[in-house]
């Protein structure tokens, strides 16, 4: 089984804070919806005829495509790739988009799970981070969406944002329980390099939250979920029973995907691949036929890199027998260097499994870089 993103690069307006590949200028839609499904037919035997239990659109807003836009994708993916029958089919989108219209098109639709960015319920947040939607299309866009029959949803909310109180913080979270959501990830607002957020900052103009402000919020989330009966099931995304995504599991699992469209990713366990992230550029190629990508073959190490730094962000943590069978060499080296971690507290061993625990998801990054391999 694989997985297949399709990258839509297109959002209405920047928010403050976002670094990802997109485009404001929507009439350049059709022609990158030829371009992706072009590029599906080129590529589509990376993933050697593996069946397809999940297909993402992500983005970007993949919302702004119309009902035709995204059926052309749909029915080109349909005759390249077999796809399960049980498949998430997951579409991102933005509350101001869900419209009564939008909902029902899209539940007569392939699409059986929405990925709304609703990132805060409060006015102000959305305003500081020049999110197009208000509270209240957050709100309503939920409601819409139950009544439309989509009970496979998930929410994006954001934390660490300024001004953004511990009591306002659980007002959000509460809403998860308030309108029963099955699935919710949770980011911690990030301050890159050249987004209007970095400028704000820089200028004075809105203050940064401190790392004390950042790890309360991170702990009432962690407190929230237990609570409420969710997994915890990767260091940002929380889901009940049964309801965790075929998706995003997958990646930090290391399943095979295929990245279609700007700035995409692709894996296949022996190597990795990036789409260039330039429109106009990516269009060119792909119009000539070619693919503008870039391909690192992974060594050793880097595999063995990349599964700690995958396996540790899950509840499924990281397996000394996987890592013995990469190299007798990096179990030893692993071994050796966790132990600090283990006396802190900050990872746990049960059978063999390391795992993180609740203190130790605060410094998950730093953990992980720690029990790298530098070639």
Request: glycine share 6%; no cysteine.
């Given at each position: 089984m694989a997985g297949l993103y399709i990258h839509i690069p297109f959002c209405k307006q920047a928010c403050s804070y976002c670094n990802f590949h997109f485009s404001t200028r929507l009439n350049g839609v059709d022609p990158m919806v030829e371009a992706l499904t072009?590029?599906?037919?080129?590529?589509?035997?990376?993933?050697?005829?593996?069946?397809?239990?999940?297909?993402?659109?992500?983005?970007?807003?993949?919302?702004?495509l119309?009902?035709?836009q995204l059926l052309k994708i749909l029915n080109t993916i349909d005759q390249y790739f077999e796809v399960s029958e049980q498949a998430e089919i997951t579409l991102e989108a933005n509350p101001d988009d869900l419209t009564t219209e939008k909902l029902a098109a899209l539940r007569d639709s392939p699409v059986n799970r929405l990925s709304i960015g609703i990132q805060s319920f409060r006015d102000q947040d959305l305003q500081l981070m020049n999110r197009v939607h208000s509270a209240r299309q957050a709100h309503l866009c939920i409601e819409s969406a139950?009544?439309?029959?989509?009970?496979?949803?998930?929410?994006?909310l954001i934390y660490g944002i300024p001004d953004l109180s511990e009591q306002a913080w659980k007002n959000n979270l509460d809403f998860v329980r308030h309108y029963s959501i099955k699935h919710f990830s949770s980011y911690a607002l990030t301050v890159e390099p050249k987004t209007l957020l970095a400028h704000q900052i820089?200028?004075?103009?809105?203050?940064?939250?401190?790392?004390?402000?950042?790890?309360?919020?991170?702990?009432?989330?962690?407190?929230?979920?237990?609570?409420?009966?969710?997994l915890h099931y990767e260091i940002s995304n929380f889901a009940k029973r049964g309801f965790t995504a075929i998706h995003n599991s997958n990646?930090?699992?290391?399943?095979?995907?295929?990245?279609?469209?700007?700035?995409?990713?692709?894996?296949?366990?022996?190597?990795?691949?990036?789409?260039?992230?330039?429109?106009?550029?990516?269009?060119?190629a792909i119009s000539e036929n070619n693919l503008p990508l870039t391909v690192e073959e992974l060594t050793a190490e880097q595999k063995y890199n990349e599964y700690v730094m995958t396996g540790l962000r899950t509840m499924w943590g990281c397996d000394r027998h996987y890592i013995r069978n990469l190299d007798v060499s990096f179990w030893e080296y692993f071994r050796k260097e966790i132990e600090i971690f283990l006396k802190r507290e900050w990872i746990r061993e049960d059978l063999g499994i390391f795992t993180l625990t609740d203190e130790g998801k605060l410094f998950a990054d730093h953990i992980a870089s720690e029990l790298f391999l530098v070639e």
């Open positions: 072009q590029e599906i037919r080129l590529r589509h035997s990376f993933l050697d005829q593996s069946p397809l239990e999940s297909i993402y659109f992500g983005g970007g807003t993949p919302s702004v119309t009902d035709r139950r009544k439309a029959n989509f009970e496979n949803l998930t929410i994006d820089a200028t004075r103009k809105i203050s940064a939250v401190t790392d004390e402000r950042m790890a309360g919020h991170f702990r009432l989330l962690i407190e929230f979920a237990r609570e409420h009966n969710f990646y930090w699992r290391q399943k095979k995907y295929l990245g279609i469209g700007p700035s995409a990713h692709s894996f296949n366990r022996d190597s990795r691949s990036w789409n260039i992230s330039n429109n106009a550029k990516y269009l060119k």
